[in-house]
């Protein structure tokens, strides 16, 4: 894994690919590959709509709404990728929702505090909240807890044991600040962590749960119970 690269080049080479990237520091690496997935992201594409007609206020392509996802005019609300500040489908559909909400009459407010993001890959990657590095950019003083997926039953069952389960708290009342999974089902059961968040539960709050056995879940009790320094099923080696 290379993070903070740049994609310079990509060049056929018979039944291969060769893709030459630079690393924040300008040091050039080439690697020969069998395939490549661009995933550069969306652009929204508003353009189309006649929104100039309107007087709805866009920048850079974006309809700008407000927390109640609402525009400039209080008649034309909008939602998704073509507004929202993430570009997933979950968060669209709470966009929506939020939306309606207010266009029935009510006085909603989009919350983005909690997003969960998801990658399907195989181990899957599953987050939610702040990193350890954003909450220390951010001045917060945290704790880390971390569980390898090797110490959880029902991942060696499933012969999937490469992962890891890590928790930040703040450090003086250990509320969970983010989450990061890697590991079978981690899209699952990031879900049980955004709760916890939503919920502002201490790392101790999970730690007291009962979770069933054998589960994948239970590297998440683990990690909260690290981040307290009690860890218990902690692999040998």
């Known amino acids: 894994i290379h993070v903070a690269a740049r994609v310079v080049k990509i060049e056929e080479k018979g039944s291969s690919l060769t893709v030459t990237f630079e690393d924040k520091n300008g040091k050039s690496t080439t690697v020969e590959v069998e395939k490549v997935l661009l995933a550069a992201g969306r652009t929204p594409n508003t353009e189309i709509l006649g929104l100039e ?26 939602i998704g990728d073509c507004a929202s500040p993430y570009m997933l489908a979950h968060v669209a559909m709470a966009e929506g929702e939020t939306a309606a909400a207010n266009i029935g009459g009510q006085d909603l407010e989009m919350d983005y505090t909690v997003v969960p993001s998801c990658i399907f890959t195989s181990p899957e990657l599953a987050s939610v909240g702040l990193s350890e590095s954003e909450c220390l950019k951010a001045g917060i003083s945290v704790k880390t807890g971390r569980f390898p997926m090797a110490g959880n039953g029902r991942a060696l069952t499933l012969g999937e044991a490469e992962g890891v389960v890590k928790i930040m708290a703040d450090s003086r009342y250990e509320r969970v600040l983010g989450v990061h999974i890697l590991g079978p089902n981690a899209t699952e059961l990031i879900s049980t962590a955004c709760m916890a968040m939503k919920l502002e539960a201490t790392a101790e709050e999970i730690s007291d749960m009962i979770f069933a056995h054998p589960t994948i879940g239970e590297a998440l009790k683990e990690a909260a119970l690290s981040l307290q320094g009690r860890t218990i099923h902690l692999p040998k080696g």
Do not use: F, S, W
């Not at 109640?68 to 034309?76: A, E, K, Q, S």
């Open 53 to 78: 007609r309107t007087g709805v206020n866009v920048e850079r392509g974006r309809i700008v709404v407000d927390k109640h996802m609402r525009t400039n005019l209080p008649h034309i609300y909008a």
